[in-house]
């Protein structure tokens, strides 16, 4: 007899499915990922290992708790009817075997995830629960709807005949290799890694994967460790070019010491295959782009570039660097069109994107800001004198007051003048309560 | 100083505004931004990075004194998402080498070298093969190049060179000023080596270097190699 469990996150977010995945896996050898927050797992023959079918999915639950994971059980012949079950909470809900189709009966259509037109045509018919759609006439049903019909209606019965489509965690691509002799130079080192690079990938690519990023720890003489990370703008599998990365990047850090074990781990991931359209420029190499963007790692530091991201504060210059990913393929030549022909008066900026205001001032940020001595007349600014900028001030405006996060350990307030310099400079003065500083020129 | 009427900008950007000295800047070429400081050379960079990103192309921003400021940027209406900055704190041979790996580096549209606030004898110090070599890293490649910095560095390396100049600051407020508005400057082409068949009719004395394609966005009609451009704050 066909026993079908089903984990169901209280709150599903994509994280979750990995924990639940591991949690099901230790309880049944077959599993199934439904989505985010969804598992399906065989539950027929578990009642030797666990006492039965409550204990079963009290076992779950427990398992899924100390995971950290809010999660719902349920229990039935079929697919749906575990989830129907789940869903319904209180923890474990079990459906009695050959009890799915009186337990899905007064379910609502929706459950079943119709397509609209589908879901239309229900509902034109006067069908709303799974127990009407389950009455009607099998053979009338595949007149009207096809092999559809009769699907669903065997899903809204209860039988569910499809296997599960067995899970299993991606096996670790990692590698180690010992050192005879400690190793107290870097090129020795790099080809080592190289070594175990050649050998990840060839498993990556024997099971069509890529990797986005590696990871090393050297175990250096004197048991302590030294640890990296290269992270891939674009997943690659090619051992050479990993090679030469995992060089610029060793070399920009090598390991103070004399290595005596060396373990390389990469991230695996799996990169769809998408043909490029036939009219568009064809798509740079990610094996150049990677390795361009690993050098300028190398060269600046990881933390010193990346895509600017605005925060949601209203701190000065609250931004920070998103990693950058592999670009996309240049604009279709219809697009490029459409951008040469945008313009503020004859159209409107695309989304977050679009051109809000092309005539916008650069202002160019000092940072650190810098300190500056200011001469007050009148509580207003009269005279700058900075590293980067000096002059009598001839116009100014301000003071603007802000100040936020008060309500927090570091708390900000400063006064802002925007100042004109006696030769035509423009720029921004601070003064954070204590000291004044030049916080940048308007260009 | 009070502009004369005929000067100020047409209302919008049309096909008479900047934007077709924004489509000018030459793919495969090094371009220079020139100009002191509140000249509006920042904003005009600002919005050729902005009709890059717009158009879904990619953006490197070498930023030589860590001084872009993606606020602005977005205000302008660039792409941030589009925009990789490469902060190179003041070091200036990070951002040199960092121009090239970039120019070499197949998937940006644009390219920009900003030199900023580092003092004028080391921007000085570069070699002049620096530009050569940068020049061509792009040549025959579709990446636009552009170098700003205050001063002329590039040479003749520099295919297209466009000087900015202040006109005035604009404050509201009627006795007292109570908000800086924005700044009016005017941009003029110094170089324009950029047409493979320059039209024999040279740009007239003080225009600067090279010659100008009828044909081209540059050509007459287009204010003579002039913007007066209003930035607003």
Redesign the interface.
């Known amino acids: 007899m066909r026993r079908i469990g089903c984990l169901l996150a209280a709150a599903p977010e994509p994280h979750m499915s990995q924990a639940l995945l591991e949690v099901a896996l230790a309880h049944s050898p077959w599993v199934e990922e439904a989505g985010p927050g969804l598992v399906y797992l065989d539950a027929a023959g578990l009642e030797g290992l666990f006492g039965g079918e409550r204990q079963l999915g009290d076992r779950l639950s427990r398992a899924a708790a100390e995971r950290g994971l809010r999660a719902q059980v349920g229990i039935a012949g079929s697919r749906l009817g575990a989830r129907v079950a789940a869903r319904s909470g209180g923890g474990v809900t079990l459906v009695q075997p050959a009890e799915d189709a009186a337990y899905l009966a007064p379910a609502p259509l929706a459950l079943l995830d119709l397509p609209e037109e589908m879901a239309a045509r229900l509902e034109r018919w006067g069908i709303r629960t799974l127990g009407e759609l389950a009455a009607l006439p099998s053979a009338a049903l595949f007149e009207r709807l096809g092999s559809e019909g009769p699907r669903l209606q065997r899903l809204a019965r209860g039988e569910d005949l499809r296997p599960l489509i067995p899970w299993a965690p991606a096996p670790p691509f990692e590698e180690s290799a010992e050192c005879e002799w400690g190793l107290d130079t870097l090129e020795p080192v790099t080809m080592l890694l190289a070594d175990l690079a050649e050998k990840i990938c060839a498993r990556l690519v024997r099971r069509g994967l890529s990797a986005d990023g590696f990871e090393w720890i050297c175990r250096l003489a004197g048991r302590s460790l030294h640890e990296g990370s290269l992270a891939l703008a674009a997943p690659m599998s090619e051992a050479s070019a990993i090679a030469a990365l995992l060089r610029v990047a060793l070399e920009s850090r090598p390991p103070q010491g004399v290595v005596e074990a060396v373990t390389l781990k990469a991230h695996p991931q799996r990169v769809a295959s998408a043909q490029d359209s036939l009219t568009g420029r064809s798509r740079p190499s990610p094996r150049l782009v990677t390795a361009a963007l690993t050098r300028l790692t190398a060269l600046v530091g990881a933390r010193q570039l990346g895509i600017p991201a605005l925060l949601d504060s209203h701190r000065p210059d609250a931004v920070r660097l998103d990693p950058f990913l592999h670009p996309h393929p240049d604009p279709l030549p219809g697009r490029e069109r459409e951008s040469e022909s945008l313009s503020p008066s004859g159209g409107e900026g695309r989304g977050e994107g679009g051109r809000k205001n092309p005539a916008a001032l650069a202002l160019r940020r000092l940072r650190p800001p810098c300190p500056a001595h200011v001469t007050l007349t009148s509580g207003r600014p009269v005279h700058l004198r900075s590293a980067a900028l000096a002059g009598r001030i001839v116009t100014g405006a301000g003071p603007w007051r802000a100040s936020g996060e008060w309500w927090t350990g570091g708390p900000w307030a400063r006064d802002e003048w925007d100042v004109e310099l006696a030769d035509g400079t423009v720029c921004r003065l601070v003064h954070d309560g204590s000291a004044w500083f030049l916080d940048g020129i308007y260009d | 100083m009070t502009l004369p009427s005929e000067s100020l900008p047409p ?4 096909a008479r ?3 077709g000295l924004l ?1 000018a800047f030459p793919p495969g070429q090094l371009s220079e931004i020139v100009g ?8 005009l ?3 050729l990075i ?2 890059v ?6 953006a490197a921003v070498v930023d030589g ?25 003041g070091r200036l041979d ?1 951002a040199c ?2 121009a090239d ?2 120019a ?6 644009l390219v920009a070298m900003d030199l ?2 580092l003092p004028l004898r080391r921007r000085q110090s570069l070699p002049s093969s620096l530009w050569l070599r940068l020049r061509r890293a792009v040549e025959g490649s ?1 990446t636009i190049l552009v170098l700003r910095a205050p001063q002329r560095l590039a040479g003749s390396a520099a295919a297209l060179v466009v000087s900015a100049r ?1 006109l ?2 604009r ?3 009627a006795s007292q ?4 508005a ?2 009016s400057s005017e941009l003029r082409l110094l170089r324009a080596r950029i047409y493979p068949h320059p039209h024999p009719d040279p740009l007239p004395p003080g225009e600067g270097e090279g010659t100008r394609n009828p044909l081209s966005p540059l050509g007459r009609g287009q204010g003579e190699g002039r913007w007066t ?5």
């Open positions: 209302p919008g950007w049309g505004g900047i934007d489509g002191p400081w509140s000249s509006g050379g920042s904003s960079l600002l919005a902005a009709r990103t717009t158009s879904g192309g990619k004194t860590d001084a872009f400021d993606p606020f602005s940027a977005a205000a302008a209406g660039v792409d941030l998402s589009g925009v990789l900055w490469v902060k190179c704190g990070p080498r960092a790996l970039l070499r580096c197949p998937g940006f549209a900023g606030e579709p202040r005035e600051a404050w509201m407020g000023p109570t908000r800086f924005g700044l451009i209003e930035w607003r704050s």
